[in-house]
């Protein structure tokens, strides 16, 4: 697919509307972990929170996690270290070995 803006026309614009996250949320049950970067150019960190806070009133599991200092990528070796820690803990909470 050719990628556009919504603006380009009244039929890119009805497959942005089609496919929007923001039209699933009643569906939304399994666990969200949200890592974010404010300087993340990629996915808008409002985007993020739109999404966290989504999870959050609808009662799924969710936890954000914000790097203000960082982009797409998590660069710095201590966010880095944060990052792994947390992620591999969160799949351990969810995904890990049932006892």
């Known amino acids: 697919m050719h990628r556009s803006g919504y603006w380009k026309s009244p039929e890119v614009a ?54 203000p200092d960082e982009g797409h990528w998590i660069l710095q070796p201590q966010n880095s270290l944060l990052w792994q820690r947390e992620f591999f803990a969160w799949l351990e909470r969810f995904c890990g070995e049932r006892r």
């Open 14 to 67: 009805d497959v942005y509307r089609r496919f929007s996250p923001h039209r699933y949320v009643e569906n939304w049950h399994t666990p969200l972990l949200v890592i974010t970067g404010e300087r993340d150019y990629r996915v808008p960190y409002d985007q993020s929170l739109q999404a966290f806070t989504a999870a959050q009133l609808r009662g799924v599991p969710s936890r954000l996690l914000v790097f």
